[in-house]
């Protein structure tokens, strides 16, 4: 429950100091701005680092990429017919195809399955969304930011982001163990992210401006909280012999949007109100709508 206290209070200094002078307008840049630099790479030079692959850590890991994938056809699809213009599509296929799988997804993970569910949780967060967020996440922000498809451009713009070279360095080095000390650096470093991101968020949040996004915010939600489970349900249905896989991989899928991955989108200047209304809209709803997920993986 700690992790929730720590979001409320987070979201909360943000609204705060959007309305004290002593934070400038380009605060939640200068966050941004740590959070890509130091807290993100430290996180994956850690956890890439410690993960252990293993065939049964396929299942999980496999359901954010299939949902990643999907979310791309959809909202691509919704950009062609018009729908959307290119960069709020990828804001939406960052903020609805990639979710919350470890800040939020693990308390409520424990809240409703217990403890043992978390191992499951993990692989689905490490293995799944946080690659899918740093391979083909970054090049689909990289190319939406750019504004075209251009090889050249593209590569410098996805070479230039400082997280790939951590997660090219942690496979690089996965069989030399990193010392002690490093460990503890790394882990520090890393558990700025959150609290950083949330306060960002939360700085640039601002609700009077949900009337201007609320037909994108609504199909970004409606996708992400009730299509999304739906899909992986029935997908991984095959699954319920069990049973506490089938349900945390489709828990996982119904989480609120990623918190990395809108900070992201804002910083690449995709649609970036959208984006912060995503989540912060998006994760008190999840409380309610996973409430609802649960109910029904239960039979009851």
Request: charged letters at 10%; aromatic letters at 14%.
């Amino acid at each position: 429950m700690e992790n929730f206290f720590l979001l409320g209070v987070c979201f909360g200094m943000g609204l705060i100091f959007r309305r004290l002078p002593q934070f400038p307008e380009n605060t939640p840049k200068v966050l941004n701005g740590f959070i890509l630099y130091i807290s993100l790479p430290s996180l994956v030079l850690y956890h890439i680092h410690e993960l252990k692959f293993t065939n049964t850590a396929l299942l999980p890991a496999s359901m954010p990429w299939f949902l990643f994938l999907i979310a791309t056809l959809f909202f691509l699809g919704l950009y062609k017919i018009e729908f959307l213009n290119f960069k709020t599509a990828v804001c939406l296929v960052l903020t609805a195809g990639l979710g919350n799988t470890s800040f939020v997804g693990f308390p409520i993970l424990e809240t409703y399955f217990g403890k043992e569910s978390l191992g499951y949780g993990i692989i689905a967060d490490q293995l799944g969304t946080f690659l899918a967020l740093s391979f083909p996440g970054i090049i689909l922000a990289a190319t939406a930011e750019s504004g075209n498809w251009n090889a050249k451009i593209l590569f410098k713009r996805v070479i230039g982001f400082l997280p790939v070279y951590a997660l090219v360095f942690a496979l690089m080095f996965r069989g030399v163990a990193y010392p002690e000390f490093l460990k503890i650096v790394l882990i520090r470093l890393g558990d700025t992210l959150t609290p950083l991101a949330l306060v960002s968020v939360g700085f640039m949040l601002d609700i009077r401006t949900i009337g201007n996004f609320k037909k994108h915010l609504f199909v970004g939600l409606v996708f992400k909280l009730i299509i999304s489970p739906i899909i992986v349900y029935y997908t991984y249905i095959s699954l319920k012999n069990d049973p506490l896989l089938f349900k945390t991989i489709v828990m996982e899928s119904a989480m609120a949007p990623m918190v990395t991955s809108t900070i992201i989108a804002i910083e690449k200047n995709l649609n970036p109100h959208l984006a912060s209304l995503m989540l912060g809209v998006g994760i008190p709803i999840s409380f309610f709508s996973t409430a609802v997920v649960f109910f029904i993986l239960e039979g009851r």
